[in-house]
């Protein structure tokens, strides 16, 4: 895709997740990266909603600002995310109700925060670690994400939210929408008895449709 397409994609799917609710007022973020290595992202301060294609900054794969709006505070995680995950064009980053409700409890595994509930979660999300909370914008977020995110599509950032990468802007928002729903699940059953998926069953669904 070029890359006046990509704009206009960011902008419809900024759009959409505002739409839906995943999105509030200036939070979350979206990229995606081009052939050249060259990475648009959602500028700071920008709501998802509004979003016009010539705002929306490109950065160098090192995060040098090169056009468009000054990018969001919180594209160095992208970056992160993009060094460590070759396969990744996409990025979505947002601060959606039940996926953040999620990274406020305390879990004891924290490898995998999710309990296996349906096909669709294990096919688009996989295991979903959670990292340790850091305030907005330390650095040091940047080094615990390219610590898991070679190994994990998506992984939630404590008390903040998830990041969920794809092979495309569709495949991470659809991956996105999935892990909300998900969360959203878990509260919906609450403490009440579940059938989770098998060990065989998840295993069978990771050779058949490998992430
Ligand atoms: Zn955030």
Do not use: W
Request: aromatic fraction near 6%; include cysteine; charged fraction near 20%.
């Amino acid at each position: 895709m070029k890359e006046d397409e990509l704009r206009a994609e960011i902008v419809k799917f900024g759009a959409l997740l505002y739409g839906r609710g995943l999105a509030h007022g200036s939070a979350g973020n979206l990229s995606v990266r081009q052939e050249d290595g060259t990475i648009l992202v959602t500028p700071t301060n920008s709501s998802l909603g509004f979003l016009s294609p010539g705002q929306i900054s490109k950065v160098s794969a090192e995060g040098i600002h090169l056009v468009g709006d000054p990018p969001s505070k919180e594209a160095f995680f992208h970056l992160a995310v993009y060094q460590e995950r070759p396969e990744a064009s996409a990025i979505v980053h947002l601060h959606s109700t039940h996926a953040v409700a999620l990274s406020c409890l305390c879990h004891e595994d924290t490898s995998d925060v999710l309990p296996p509930l349906t096909a669709y979660q294990i096919m688009r999300i996989g295991r979903l670690p959670l990292l340790p909370y850091f305030r907005p914008g330390d650095r040091k977020l940047a080094d615990a994400v390219r610590q898991i995110a070679g190994g994990h599509k998506a992984m939630l950032l404590a008390n903040h939210g998830p990041i969920v990468s794809g092979k495309s802007l569709q495949d991470a928002v659809h991956a996105y929408e999935e892990l909300e729903e998900t969360a959203k699940l878990v509260f919906l059953i609450g403490d009440r008895p579940v059938s989770r998926l098998t060990c065989e069953a998840i295993a069978d669904l990771n050779e058949a449709f490998p992430n």
